[in-house]
């Protein structure tokens, strides 16, 4: 199958599908037994993620298992804060753990973006063997977290409930702030790159602390890094499709939906999908937005959702999905009930 009939990629380049292509944020991980028993085998998560066939295994699961439309490739979005030298660990139960780089030194003595290859190299590797045993009608998706995201967890070592240390350095450090927002967009750039050279067929950017930001910052710490991003990715790359997700982005959606130069813009599940088939789907392909808990409740609530989803956005180009990660309590089950609501 040649990949302009593969249906994800046809959504992305703007065609309207009979059956939306369907794929899951996180649909590789611990919510599948298969995936934990691989983690358990790779010892460690960073350990997963830099073992090119465990990853790519982990990746294909839920492809073996669902079927689903796309695969998207397993790694981490601080995988680029430790290629520019950060110390990176997982910590089981509480999460990631960086060295911090909140001051102008501390940017300074990160290093130049090209230099993340020496890190990242297993995941090129990881895209180059999934991209010859994918099954054909199936689009490879390669991804990065967007520079906001990735700055917050960098400038606070670790995840925080509202973003504060990355907003407060940018209000009292404005000029280290924005230094370490350009290497850090500098770096997403060529990550992706490699990943497109490797096989990835379409990349996405998760901005997924974007609602965080107030209104005066959206533009200039949001919208203009994912803007620069896909633009350049569409230079050298032309035709490549590009799905950006600024997650939480509310008002600002329609905005960065005309300006970003994305091919889709993927909505949380707090958006209306009706003011997003009259404001967006004109514009871009739509990707979401079901609610992560219904892959929790299961039964009817989760089929009468998907489809409600499936028909307010069934005029315009669409692929379906959650409005953020599936969640490891998730029962695998309930993913057969939402592929037969959207597909039977």
Known sequence: ?????????R???????????VWL?????RYLPEYRATREKAGSFLDLCYTPELAAEVTMQPIRRFGFDGAILFADILLVPQGLGADLTFVPGEGPRLSTVATAEEVAALRPAEAIHDTVAPVYET???????LPPEVALIG??????????????GR?????????RMLLEQPDAFFTLLDLITEATIEYLARQVEAGAEAVKLFDSWAGSLSALDFERVCLEPNRRITAELKSRFPGLPVIAFPRGAGAWLERFADSCGADCVAIDQHVPTRWAAE????HVCVQGNLDP??????GEPLAAAARRIREDLSGGPHVFNLGHGITPDADPENVHILLDAIRG
């Open 159 to 167: 995840g925080t409930p509202n973003q504060e240390p990355a907003r």
């Open 1 to 9: 199958m040649s990949s302009q009939a593969k249906p994800l990629l």
């Open 293 to 298: 808990l219904l892959m929790v409740a299961g």
């Open 143 to 156: 991804f990065a977290g967007a520079p906001w995201t990735v700055a917050t967890y960098m400038i606070a």
């Open 127 to 133: 895209v180059r063997i999934l991209s010859q045993t």
């Open 25 to 29: 944020m996180r649909q590789a991980g």
């Open 279 to 282: 404001r967006l789907q004109p």
């Open 11 to 21: 959504a992305l380049a703007g065609e309207t599908l009979r059956v939306p292509p």
